[in-house]
């Protein structure tokens, strides 16, 4: 969960994570990096879940219960599908 929050900021090892490996010198790979789209995307939609789920808590919200079940579950059929997907 750590990687794709370091690309939040600038940093020297997220610029060259950019950089094409293969290329003779310091090239930008400006191609696209859908995996690390996929961990970022993975990785905020479990933020928001987890968010959810501390302010139902918080604010003993138990009405939220069934829509949370459903939206975890959700979490989990989409990332899986995406990971199968990858492979």
């Given at each position: ?68 079940e459903k ?17």
């Amino acid at each position: 969960m750590y990687l794709p929050t370091k690309e939040a900021h600038s940093t020297v090892d997220a610029i060259f994570t950019r950089l094409d490996p293969e290329a003779k010198g310091l090239m930008f790979d400006g191609g696209p990096q859908r995996k690390r789209a996929d961990d970022a995307m993975l990785t905020a939609h479990n933020i928001i879940l987890d968010n959810l789920n501390l302010q139902k808590e918080y604010f003993k919200l138990e009405s939220l219960d069934e829509q949370l079940e459903k939206c975890v579950s959700d979490f989990m059929a989409i990332w899986s599908r995406s990971a199968t997907k990858a492979h």
